[in-house]
């Protein structure tokens, strides 16, 4: 039973474009939500990460949106670059510090 | 840099042969955590320790798998009597309950087995 769904599988975006990656979850109890990001040959790093109490998190071009009640959260990269292209994770746990349960990623191609 | 180290960074091995892969975490962390991830998915958790003690272990992890943190400092994941679906990246990854964001996980490079 997967318990984070992420959608798209891959998405091309044009530089300075918006990317939208999209993620359902099942576990009511999930009170932590990053997004990792992966680079071939690498191992995934932290991006940005929210919890439940708040509806949105921004860091720089990094937004997650978070709508508890759907159990939904998203992640916006504004004015996309090459350089992000890479593959996207989101990710859930239901307690400081324990297992991630992470979604099967989505690979973002940023085309120049 | 002071990242979580993975030891090797790739490994080859026949069917039926004993492998052990090494970790070692960022220093001070206490909790320490292995992951499998197979091409074009995401990590899958197999096990983690809080200083030495083995904490919680996934149904993945089968009686062929074991994993140790013996001093509460670097960990090892032996993976003994290979098989073909066993060929994976594994993922080592360690977090600090003490300051800052409790459940920050800082994933290492990765150990990339092909079992032949």
């Known amino acids: 039973q997967q318990q984070v769904k992420q959608s798209p599988q891959s998405l091309i975006v044009q530089k300075g474009g918006i990317s939208i990656i999209n993620c359902a979850y099942e576990n009511t109890a999930f009170d932590y939500f990053p997004w990792y990001q992966q680079f071939p040959g690498k191992g995934p790093a932290l991006l940005i990460a929210i919890r439940p109490d708040v509806s949105e998190k921004k860091e720089g071009r990094f937004t997650i949106s978070f709508n508890k009640s759907a159990k939904q959260f998203s992640l916006h990269i504004m004015d996309s670059q090459p350089g992000d292209s890479a593959t996207y994770f989101c990710?859930?746990?239901?307690?400081?510090?324990?297992?991630?349960?992470f979604g099967k990623g989505t690979t973002l191609s940023v085309s120049s | 840099d002071t990242g979580v180290s993975q030891d090797p960074r790739h490994k080859i091995t026949k069917r039926g042969q004993n492998v052990t892969f090494r970790c070692d975490p960022i220093?001070?962390?206490?909790?320490l955590y292995w992951y499998r991830q197979t091409l074009g998915q995401g990590p899958e958790f197999l096990t983690y320790f809080q200083n030495e003690a083995q904490l919680e272990k996934s149904r993945l992890l089968s009686d062929r798998f074991s994993a140790e943190r013996p001093k509460g400092s670097f960990s090892t994941l032996e993976i003994q009597r290979t098989e073909q679906g066993d060929s994976a990246m594994y993922l080592c990854?360690?977090?600090?309950?003490?300051?800052?964001?409790?459940?920050?996980?800082?994933f290492g490079p990765g150990t990339r087995l092909t079992v032949l």
């Open positions: 990710a859930a746990s239901n307690q400081a510090g324990t297992a991630l349960i």
């Open positions: 990854a360690s977090s600090s309950p003490s300051g800052g964001d409790t459940d920050t996980q800082y």
């Open positions: 220093s001070e962390h206490n909790r």
